[in-house]
């Protein structure tokens, strides 16, 4: 890369996010600022300008832009599911440049689906704005609804339902590590409407078990390293025994000085999983490792404040050549996270979600 980034004039949503080593308040806004130039005027945040939309990256940039105090593009992103969810309560997995018009993969994936909850419940804690809660509940219960009709008797959760309808055999450890903190946030947004949902309940306490103790209901993607940190990141795993985790493979995942490999196999670190790996770290207590991490990706970082997907190191070489909203987005979350925003410390840090039922009996019967 080549060319200085100008170190933009500090904006009042993005002081906060300032973090030595990693982000001054001016690069954070840049940042920003970069994310919502990616978004159509409908609302729709694709990867980048003519490639796909996901919900779930969607969702994802959707709170960067919160974090970064850019609540009306916000809304405009979750008014954009709103208005396009299948009758179901689902997406579907791909919009060609989030046109919805033209979807690219008819199929449906649970965690895309879920995440709509940790997406309202952060843009409501950002901005207190109830009448958006409100308006946004019939598609959270909507789309959590879909997601839990494909739980598995021991817990798990069919990682997605094909364009004919077919559920999909197995389940994701990491899609099952999202979708578990999306219901603890289903289920605080139904706590703030007193509007209880036991069944609800039941499945987070499922699931959180199977994630907890039963990894042979998952499939293996162990040389995966979301397969690793997801755990930790989305909540099922907190204290000593998430920090015994994340050390127990960090030489197999971990490059020192150049953030973290998207598969154990292959000479390839990624921004999104280092920045998502600050954030398991932060949520496990350990905030000064996960400062280094994100300092280590700063060489992703291009001059318009976005950042390249990902480092193969063997060869010197920025690959693949692009830079995706969600990459920009997960740096500002982790960021954000360590810099105690607020909204981003609670559905992150998890200490104020509901857990869902843990009894004993619910666990032995999983």
């Not at 950002?126 to 598609?139: N, S």
Request: aromatic share 10%; hydrophobic share 45%.
């Amino acid at each position: 890369m080549t060319g200085r980034e100008p170190d933009t004039e500090r904006e009042p949503g993005t002081g906060r996010l300032a973090l030595p080593g990693v982000l001054t308040a001016g690069q954070a806004a840049r940042t920003a600022a970069a994310i919502a130039g990616l978004q159509r005027a409908d609302g729709a945040i694709p990867w980048f300008r003519g490639h796909h939309l996901d919900p779930w990256d969607h969702i994802e940039a959707a709170m960067a832009l919160d974090a970064a105090g850019e609540h009306g593009r916000a809304a405009a992103a979750y008014d954009w599911l709103a208005r396009h969810q299948l009758p179901d309560g689902s997406w579907y997995a791909g919009y060609a440049d989030g046109d919805a018009a033209r979807p690219t993969d008819r199929g449906k994936e649970t965690n895309f689906c879920a995440y709509v909850a940790v997406g309202v419940l952060h843009h409501y804690l950002a901005t207190g704005d109830e009448e958006f809660r409100d308006r946004m509940w019939p598609v959270v219960y909507a789309a959590v609804e879909f997601v839990l009709a494909l739980q598995h008797p021991g817990g798990a959760i069919g990682w997605r339902r094909d364009a004919d309808g077919t559920p999909a055999a197995g389940a994701l450890l990491t899609g099952c590590s999202s979708i578990h903190q999306a219901l603890r946030c289903a289920l605080a947004l139904a706590e703030r409407r007193e509007d209880p949902q036991p069944d609800w309940e039941l499945a987070t306490g499922r699931l959180g078990h199977a994630l907890r103790h039963h990894p042979a209901h998952f499939l293996d993607k162990s040389a995966y390293s979301m397969d690793w940190y997801y755990p930790v990141l989305a909540g099922a795993l907190r204290g000593p025994r998430a920090l015994a985790h994340l050390d127990a493979r960090w030489a197999e995942f971990v490059v020192d000085g150049l953030g973290v490999r998207c598969v154990s196999t292959n000479p390839w670190v990624t921004g999104g999983e280092s920045a998502e790996l600050a954030l398991a770290l932060w949520a496990a207590g350990d905030s000064e490792r996960a400062a280094r991490v994100l300092r280590w990706i700063g060489h992703l970082r291009a001059p318009d404040g976005l950042y390249w997907t990902g480092y193969v190191y063997a060869d010197r070489t920025i690959w693949p050549r692009e830079r995706t909203a969600w990459t920009a987005g997960s740096v500002l979350l982790a960021v954000a996270a360590l810099t105690g925003e607020p909204a981003t410390e609670a559905v992150f840090g998890g200490a104020g979600l509901p857990r869902g039922l843990e009894s004993g009996e619910c666990c032995e019967r999983a």
